[in-house]
């Protein structure tokens, strides 16, 4: 594909595939509807007034006349004059929606907190259940499901999120299933991270900072005292050898701070456009690819990794359960594992909850199923 038909791909699908936008198909028809019509309403009219120029004042005054003639120029009056303007509210209404929810879910710093959810993960009992589970738990975790924006990417998803929280939004994606469970690496998987991406694209140059996280990722602090002041881009590990800004570090996508400037936007549109290099890559991985760009550095972004001493999952878990503020549930293939462990890792959080004294030494009872091959 090349990048001027990619180009026009991604701009279709801004205006068609987000949220409650009505699709595709649906456009052409109606267009073709209006098209149509219009033609017909003209030739009608020019039977029925063959030496008349059709002018709104000829319309007003047939309108206003009980005759036959009214019913064609009122047809011809409603899809010349009004079909137009509904396609408009139809083109902005989707935009209007997410900045709406994000308006309602941002802090002070206008930022937001946004995860994405599926069918599969939003069963009850399932990931959704246990991620809303570790906020009403955590340590002043409390008072940040209030900023958090829950991007559902089927209806079923986006019906169960109604159920439990306040700011929930439909991701439509045009010929695209993404409610089952989709397992690492698979093509589905890879268009359901370059779906997210996208829309963290439309988020900041709407102008909102974020935090990105999975849904698997336990909140068990509040992490915003953990964030770099000076990095535009910040991103969790699976493996963190010590400096915060060496590339070295294992990156990990299921924990990222961006703040909203030139900068982030236009590293994350490189990001996205670098797809068209490694089709067969998923997000993170293309990210692996271009992160020594020299795009990067002309740009002047500044990218930042997290330590997972604080920010951790199950690659490296935090040896300081005194300090650590999300665990997430990576290094780990297979839903049910995944779910089991997570729970494992809340029990551990509650039982340290319930102590009077300081922990020395950290013992997590996962991963455990998700060791097993």
């Not at 570090?249 to 996205?272: M, P």
């Not at 935090?318 to 503020?325: A, G, M, Q």
Request: glycine share 4%; net charge positive.
């Amino acid at each position: 594909m090349n990048s001027s038909s990619s180009s026009s791909s991604s701009s279709r699908r801004k205006f068609l595939d987000t949220g409650f936008a009505i699709g595709q198909k649906e456009i052409i028809r109606i267009l073709i509807l209006f098209l149509v019509l219009t033609a017909s309403c003209l030739f009608l009219y020019k039977t029925a007034y063959p030496l008349q120029r059709l002018s709104f004042n000829n319309l007003t005054f047939l309108l206003a006349s009980p005759s036959p003639e009214t019913s064609i120029c009122f047809t011809c009056f409603f899809f010349v004059t009004w079909l137009p303007s509904a396609l408009l509210v139809f083109q902005i209404k989707p935009d209007i929606a997410l900045r709406k929810i994000l308006e309602n879910a941002s802090n002070e710093n206008n930022t937001v907190i946004i995860t994405t959810l599926n069918q599969a993960w939003a069963e009850p009992k399932s990931i959704f259940d246990l991620f809303l589970e570790s906020f009403r738990i955590g340590q002043g975790t409390q008072k940040l499901l209030k900023h958090v924006v829950v991007v559902c990417l089927d209806p079923k998803a986006f019906e169960r999120c109604t159920q439990l929280h306040s700011n929930c939004y439909y991701l439509k994606t045009m010929n695209t299933d993404f409610s089952g469970d989709k397992a690492y690496n698979t093509p589905d998987y890879v268009n359901m991270m370059w779906r997210r991406i996208e829309l963290l694209i439309q988020v900041l140059e709407m102008g909102f900072n974020f935090i990105f996280t999975d849904t698997d990722v336990m909140w068990l602090r509040d992490p915003f005292p953990r964030l770099y002041p000076d990095g535009d881009f910040q991103m969790a590990c699976d493996k963190y050898f010590g400096n915060p800004t060496s590339f070295d570090n294992w990156a990990n996508g299921g924990f990222v701070y961006v703040r909203s400037n030139n900068r982030s936007i236009e590293f994350y549109k490189f990001w996205y456009k670098s797809r068209q290099n490694y089709s067969w890559l998923h997000d993170q991985d293309v990210f692996n690819r271009i992160k020594n760009d020299p795009f990067i550095s002309k740009i002047g972004v500044k990218i930042k990794f997290f330590d997972t001493v604080y920010i951790c999952g199950f690659c490296e878990p935090s040896k300081d359960i005194n300090l650590v503020c999300t665990m997430h549930g990576n290094c780990c293939l297979g839903l049910e594992k995944k779910i089991q462990d997570l729970n494992l890792i809340l029990d551990d959080w509650r039982k340290y909850m319930s102590l009077s004294k300081h922990v020395q030494n950290t013992t997590w009872s996962a991963p455990l199923r998700c060791l097993e091959k």
